[in-house]
T-cell receptor, first 113, second 110 residues
Framework: DAGVIQSPRHEVTEMGQEVTLRCKPI?????LFWYRQTMMRGLELLIY????????DSGMPEDRFSAKMPNASFSTLKIQPSEPRDSAVYFC???????????FGQGTRLTVV | KQEVTQIPAALSVPEGENLVLNCSFT??????LQWFRQDPGKGLTSLLL?????REQTSGRLNASLDKSSGRSTLYIAASQPGDSATYLC?????????FGAGTTVTVRA
């Protein structure tokens, strides 16, 4: 398996634009997580899906953030409109089930100017 | 709420020296603890996962210990190499969420 695949690896966008980050989890994993990493706050959980259903989105900072998982092999994280303070590295992770070893993607480095 | 702390924040050692990285957590009711490595600009790579029933886990030069009662885990890296330079993070699950420490950035000098 190729592991968790995220795209794009880097994204530079202007403030106010819509940004969509994509994730393909490891086949067979039923738990998917979106994390954000910044120097100031470290790694923060944004949202957790189990069997494609959002279980906990309490970490989503604002209504400008939304996430979907239309099927077991694909998830998106959307920011609309984007702001400079959204600049961070966004990671997607998956696991066979919650509580066991999580596998992380390479991340998307987002810069909003 | 689970608080995870890693000390020191940074560590620089000469090649060949053994590394000792510390992780402490506030809620001892954990069922496992995971150590990750992160290289600059890269994702997180899982190194070791210790179940709550285990006291230690080994993989090559890496050995991780877990003391639930004291809320501590230690990652030992034997005979460090420049390639071990990275940030090491520990993570503890609370339900389905992983609570991460801020990490220890290790530099191994050749």
């Amino acid at each position: 398996d190729a592991g968790v695949i995220q795209s794009p690896r880097h994204e530079v966008t202007e403030m106010g634009q819509e940004v969509t980050l994509r994730c393909k989890p490891i086949s067979g994993h039923n738990s998917l997580f979106w994390y954000r990493q910044t120097m100031m706050r470290g790694l923060e959980l944004l949202i957790y899906f189990n069997n494609n259903v959002p279980i906990d989105d309490s970490g989503m900072p604002e209504d400008r953030f939304s996430a979907k998982m239309p099927n077991a092999s694909f998830s998106t994280l959307k920011i609309q409109p984007s702001e400079p303070r959204d600049s961070a590295v966004y990671f997607c992770a998956s696991s066979l089930f919650s509580g066991v070893s999580a596998f992380f993607g390479q991340g998307t480095r987002l810069t909003v100017v | 709420k689970q608080e995870v702390t890693q000390i020191p924040a940074a560590l620089s050692v000469p090649e060949g020296e053994n590394l000792v990285l510390n992780c402490s957590f506030t809620d001892s009711a954990i069922y496992n603890l995971q150590w990750f490595r992160q290289d600059p600009g890269k994702g997180l790579t899982s190194l070791l996962l210790i179940q709550s029933s285990q006291r230690e886990q080994t993989s090559g030069r890496l050995n991780a210990s877990l003391d639930k009662s004291s809320g501590r885990s230690t990652l030992y890296i034997a005979a460090s190499q420049p390639g071990d330079s990275a940030t090491y993070l520990c993570a503890v699950p609370l339900d389905y969420k992983l609570s991460f420490g801020a990490g220890t950035t290790v530099t191994v000098r050749a």
